[in-house]
T-cell receptor
């Protein structure tokens, strides 16, 4: 089983739609979770840290489900500019290094 | 917010030459930096962890004699691709950790093309 698994997509949605991505992780002791966004031929940029209580930033909501070992990202009112690859990232216990999922590609169309 | 820079942003070189890539943390000190490589349509793959003042820790399958890492100060890590070959052509990205929550910030990447 991969350490971090994501559906690669692509998810094709119209503008204004709500879309959700899930990501599962294998190490139940992992403590730190993040969502990064990566545009084509660019570096990943931190979108959100995922806290145990869940967190929201504007149109973006991240949730952590420790019992089922997954994190989710919800995007409301999708914009064309949201088109990108969304990377689920986990830090295993005892490490600083990030473990990346393969990313989920989102395409928002007019 | 935190800023990490990389130089150069793009390199085209002949096979057999060595290429040096610099990674700098601009507004914070980073005792640990990371070097990644990303091939087209693939996820980032960690190559090595760069530790200030000590030897880098390489991931399995990464040749330490080919990818030389030097972390000489708290704001600078360098990656040297020695005797580059076309299969080394890739997008090389560094990152640095900041804060108690270990948020990592990435440099803009260096696109290496070996002819």
């Amino acid at each position: 089983r991969k350490e971090v698994e994501q559906d690669p997509g692509p998810f094709n949605v119209p503008e204004g739609a709500t879309v959700a991505f899930n990501c599962t992780y294998s190490n139940s002791a992992s403590q730190s979770f993040f969502w990064y966004r990566q545009d084509c031929r660019k570096e990943p940029k931190l979108l959100m840290s995922v806290y145990s209580s869940g967190n929201e930033d504007g149109r973006f909501t991240a949730q952590l489900n420790r019992a089922s070992q997954y994190i989710s990202l919800l995007i409301r009112d999708s914009k064309l500019s949201d088109s990108a690859t969304y990377l689920c990232v986990v830090i295993p216990p005892g490490f600083q290094k990030l473990v990346f999922g393969t990313g989920t590609r989102l395409l928002v169309s007019p | 917010g935190a800023v990490v820079s990389q130089h150069p942003s793009r390199v085209i070189c002949k096979s057999g030459t060595s290429v040096k890539i610099e990674c700098r943390s601009l507004d914070f000190q980073a005792t640990t930096m990371f070097w990644y490589r990303q091939f087209p349509k693939q996820s980032l793959m960690l190559m090595a962890t760069s530790n200030e003042g000590s030897k880098a820790t390489y991931e399995q399958g990464v040749e330490k004699d080919k990818f030389l890492i030097n972390h000489a100060s708290l704001t600078l890590s360098t990656l040297t691709v020695t005797s580059a070959h076309p299969e080394d052509s890739s997008f090389y990205i560094c990152s640095a950790t900041r804060g108690a929550y270990n948020e990592q910030f990435f440099g803009p990447g260096t696109r290496l093309t070996v002819l």
